[in-house]
Every structure is written in structure tokens, then in C-alpha cells.
């Protein structure tokens, strides 16, 4: 049950790493526009599955704290980021809010029943290093003038992980509820749209196509699939293998010429893979435990 849970936390990370390859292919929209059409779109297989099997609707009835949670981690992660991009080089911005992968490794440690291992902490470490060689390719220079924009990254990266790891307490509460969450995220970012943006829209079908790809996937049902994972599988090693979505996003923008090779690419490759092989190593050798032990 748990291997399975993480296999689908897994599936969120590598629904996350086509997300810069369908933005490049969206054309011109901007962001807070861009997310309120796709987690609209996002909402609809949640929808969907509500109005074909209404006796789940009573499922959506949960405390305030876990709407509060939910929405403040999809739409205050996605206006955080936004505002770092902002107020700050993209680069640095970036970097900064990529923290959560190793916030949600070091948090488990105040989750009942995780106990944190310095094999979780290597593991996310080499992934955060991957993660620098994709991202600061060309250098990083930290600059005080963009203070506001590295503050909002940070508080960026701890609100996703402090999403995650709380979305964990709530593990009663069922995967239905984040399509309110994607819901509430797409009305709240029209209204951030309306009132900071000029209004765009895609000017060919592929790039439709690619608005429709991004709702439907890295931010549709990878929210689900997230949620799911973090409350039933191993969320330490989901942590730290989510550093290979930069990785496996730059790979994808190779493979579809929008980005150039490189040796820093597979440096990234090794150390992200041997992070997640590392921060694995218990659920690895126990699984291998278990189907060599003898029976009685």
C-alpha cells in the first residue's frame, strides 16, 4: 500500500517536470491568467468524478483547517512564485523555491511515526546540488536590491512543504477535496489577473493544446496524485525525488529543442538519482527483507 501510494506521489513529479516544456509552448499568457484557465481545467476529472458518483459529494464536507490548508498551499505557493519572479532574477528566484524538496525531508522529522535518517538528509542534499548545476547554469549573483523577491521565494518553498507535510495529518480526508482546492485557486488567481495583468490569449491550437496539456497534467492531476502520495506513501523519499523534475524537465526541453546538452545535465542526472537511491534505502532493503525472508 505505501510502495503504491509513493508510486503515484512519484507520477505527481513527473506529470511537475513537463510543466516548463507546455509554459514555453503556451505562447505569451500571463502567469496569474495562465493558472486560473489551467487549474479550471484541472478541477474538471475532480468534478467529473463527483457528478458520476454524488455519494462522494458528503466528502467535500471537511473542517476549515483543511480547506485553509489546501488552499493556501496551492494558490499562496502559486502567488508566491509569481511574485519572486517578479521582484527578483529568475535564476536566484528559482533556486530559493526549490528549497521545499529538502524543508520536506527535514519536516518529516516532526511527523508521527517518520524518523529522519542522515541517509534522507545526503539524499537531499546531492538533489539540491543537481538542482544548482541545472538551474545556475550561467552563474548566480544574490543582489540585496531584489530582498523582496528572495523573501517571497523562500516563503514560497515553505509553503509547499508545509503543505505537504501537514496534507500528511490530514490523511483521513479524501483526494475529492482538491478539486475545491484547484476550484478556489483558479477563481482566487482571476482576481489576481483582473487586477495586476493585461489579458492574453494563446494565438494558434498547439498553443491551446498546450494550455489544455498543462491543466490537465502538472497542474491537474498532479495536485491529486500529490495528495494522495504524501498522505500514504513515503513522503521523505518523495522529497528528495523531487528534485528530479528540473532535471527531467531540462532532459524534455533537450529532447524537444528548446535547450542544449551539456555535462552539467548528466553531473545533475547522477547526483539527483543517487540522492533518491539514497533517501530510499530503507524502503529498498525492507521490500528486499521481506521477500527473502523464509516462511514458517
Known amino acids: ?7 503515484i506521489g512519484f507520477a505527481a513529479i513527473l506529470m511537475w517536470s513537463l510543466l516548463a516544456l507546455f509554459t514555453a509552448a503556451s505562447g505569451k499568457m500571463p502567469p496569474f491568467q495562465l493558472s486560473a484557465i ?3 481545467i484541472g478541477s474538471l476529472p475532480g468534478i467529473f468524478v463527483l457528478a458520476s458518483k454524488p455519494e462522494r459529494l458528503p466528502l467535500l464536507r471537511q473542517p476549515a483547517k483543511v480547506w485553509i490548508t489546501g488552499i493556501a498551499g496551492l494558490f499562496g505557493y502559486h502567488f ?3 511574485t519572486a519572479l517578479r521582484n527578483a532574477p529568475a535564476v536566484e528566484a528559482g533556486l530559493i523555491a526549490y ?9 518529516s522529522a516532526l511527523l508521527p511515526g517518520e524518523k529522519l535518517g542522515w541517509h534522507h538528509i545526503a539524499g537531499a542534499l546531492a538533489g539540491l546540488v543537481g538542482t544548482i548545476l541545472i538551474v545556475a547554469r550561467n552563474g548566480i549573483a544574490f543582489d540585496d536590491a531584489y530582498a523582496l523577491g528572495y523573501g517571497a521565494a ?7 512543504s508545509g503543505y505537504s507535510l501537514i496534507t500528511r495529518c490530514f490523511d483521513a480526508v479524501s483526494t475529492d477535496v482538491v478539486t475545491g482546492f484547484c ?4 477563481a482566487l488567481s482571476l482576481l489576481c489577473h483582473l487586477g495586476l495583468e493585461t489579458t492574453v490569449w494563446p494565438e494558434t491550437l498547439f498553443e491551446w493544446l498546450a494550455v489544455a496539456g498543462l491543466g490537465l497534467l502538472p497542474v491537474g492531476a498532479a495536485f491529486y496524485a500529490w495528495d494522495h502520495g504524501v498522505k500514504n506513501g513515503d513522503i521523505q523519499f518523495l522529497g528528495v525525488a523531487s528534485y528530479a523534475a528540473p532535471v527531467l524537465s531540462t532532459l524534455i526541453l533537450i529532447l524537444f529543442g528548446f ?8 553531473a545533475a542526472c547522477l547526483l539527483v538519482t543517487g540522492g533518491a537511491v539514497l533517501a530510499a534505502k530503507d524502503m529498498i532493503f525492507r521490500k528486499g527483507r521481506a521477500t527473502t525472508q523464509p516462511a514458517e
Do not use: D, H, Q
Open 183 to 186: 476550484l478556489a485557486t483558479s
Open 99 to 107: 528549497l521545499w524538496p529538502l524543508f520536506i525531508v527535514v519536516g
Open 259 to 266: 535547450a542544449e546538452p551539456s555535462w552539467r545535465i548528466v
Open 38 to 40: 489551467c487549474f479550471l
Open 154 to 160: 523562500f516563503l514560497c518553498a515553505f509553503t509547499w
Open 80 to 82: 508566491l512564485y509569481f
Open 1 to 7: 500500500m505505501k510502495f503504491k501510494a509513493t508510486l
